[in-house]
């Protein structure tokens, strides 16, 4: 089992907002980032720490953060989201690496 | 553009030793900057930090795997390697390296490589 908690799957209407969450006690000193995995790929860095987003990840895509709580919000859905999401911080302990079990995003 | 490439055998029998390694190009393993890692997933399984290590050699193990993960650096090189010892069909997965930024507050994996399959099979 992880430290870090997510939704096994969310599903979302194409065009409407969806927010995927990740829970941990870590998260409470520690942001959490945030990976995009299609079938057959490497994962993709999608959100970095308060709410960062890397070169080329569209601004559809935001972080934020809640006590516990880390949340990645895909505002406007499109297709092409649909993917396996990934949250990522440091364990309870802060020594070491975690990630969520996962959340299967389905864009409907 | 840093890219990263993993090699090595396919299939590895159970008991063995599992050896990979990640060639970087594109960028510098010796910079002070990044960590170097290796992930793993199971098929149709999420994603499992098996450690990292730092270009001076420092390295940091997932408490899970640590007594039979071995990660070591060549700078000269530019790559890292990973060692997985008495492997097991669990031990069956894609793996990946990966660069990755551990800082205080936050720590991200930048960049990863394509992965490659490792199965364990007699």
């Known amino acids: 089992s992880s430290e870090l908690t997510q939704d096994p799957a969310v599903s979302v209407a194409l065009g409407q907002t969806v927010r995927i969450t990740c829970q941990g006690d870590?998260?409470?000193?520690?942001?959490a980032s945030w990976y995009q995995q299609k079938p057959g790929q490497a994962p993709v860095l999608v959100i970095y720490?308060?709410?960062n987003r890397p070169s080329g990840i569209p601004d559809r895509f935001s972080g934020s953060s809640s006590g516990n709580t880390a949340s990645l919000t895909i505002t406007g859905a499109q297709a092409e989201d649909e993917a396996d999401y990934y949250c990522n911080s440091r364990d309870s302990s802060g020594i070491y690496v975690v990630f969520g079990g996962g959340t299967k995003l389905t864009v409907l | 553009q840093l890219q990263l490439q993993e090699s090595g055998p396919g299939l590895v029998k159970p008991s063995e030793t599992l050896s990979l390694t990640c060639t970087v190009s594109g960028g510098s393993i010796s910079s002070s900057s990044y960590y170097w890692g290796w992930i793993r997933q199971p098929p149709g399984k999420g994603l499992e930090w098996i450690g990292s290590i730092y270009y001076s050699g420092s390295t940091y193990y997932n408490p899970s795997l640590k007594s039979r993960v071995t990660i070591s650096v060549d700078t000269s090189k530019n790559q890292f390697s990973l060692k997985l010892s008495s492997v097991t069909a669990a031990d069956t997965a894609v793996y990946y390296c990966?660069?990755?930024?551990?800082?205080?507050?936050?720590?991200?994996?930048?960049?990863w490589g394509q992965g490659t399959l490792v199965t364990v099979s007699s």
């Open positions: 870590s998260l409470r000193s520690y942001y």
């Open positions: 990966a660069r990755h930024v551990w800082q205080q507050l936050v720590l991200y994996f930048q960049h």
């Open positions: 720490g308060k709410n």
